[in-house]
């Protein structure tokens, strides 16, 4: 028998289609379904379209089926039903907080965190309840090493799901919680100047060297006052710019977005800037990146001022 679901669904929702345990027996057999989570199954072919994220929601969308009527999804779970990016944040476990005293319990695919959740922290997404984007970031913060958590943060500044202000309101509200310290370390790191995870690492990974703070974010004309490009990172006193080259940068379409890239570098080289570029890998040889950076700053210094303005 076919499963033509284009979506999750439960083997309550098969034996009701008409499927039998056997259909469903035999499709797991076959490789036509993948089993999300005991007694709930999706088809292989829509599995594989999934991303990371859609993976992670319905997986969530499983476990929340069998979840306690007080169970909000919260943290990472709640960064992704929130449309958040993430980096380096084990997207395996769906993370619930549940409102009453309750050690952090993990199971194989879920952990529950007990601590309260007030209606000002917490709204419906898709019909689930889950944590506030202000709540979730803070979250993510006390509990997350500083560069995933100031990632997710910077996201949710640029996208306007939350503001600096209201950050360090919930920083006070969770002032007796576990790692509030560091949360509010990552939250002063947090900026929505970023465009990209790979930009708030560049961000960072910058911020440890040995070498002048850039201007972050800039805007880049021409002397006729023509927009040329978008700088993630301008020394304007060298000469120098600075661009993480990654995935999701420029636009959805990797062909036009590596064509527009190259047209807006050409024009910032005819308008003498120094253009430095790096990837992910590069980022972890912190002592190669500043030596590229420093050589650059060597070679505008040896030509004209760059033509143009920023702001």
Sequence with gaps: MDFDQNHMFSRTDALARGYTDDDLRRGRASGELVTVRRGHFIRAEVYRTLDAHRRH??????????????????HVSAAVLHGMETWDIPLDKVTFTIGRSYAGKRGRQRVLHGSPVPSSDLMTVNGFAVTTPTRTVVDLARSLPLHPAVCVGDYALRTGLTTHAQLLTALDDARNRTGVAKARQAVGSMSARSQSAGESRSRMQLDTLPLPPPQLGQWLRDEFGLLVARVPFLYPDHGVVGIFEGQGLYGADPVIADVDCTRQRKRMRDLGWVVVQWNWEDLAFPRELTDRIARAFVRAAGLPAPRGSFT
Excluded: N
Aim: hydrophobic residues 60%.
């Design 57 to 74: 929601a319905v997986l969530a969308e499983a476990i929340f089926a069998e979840s306690s009527a007080d169970t909000v999804f919260s």
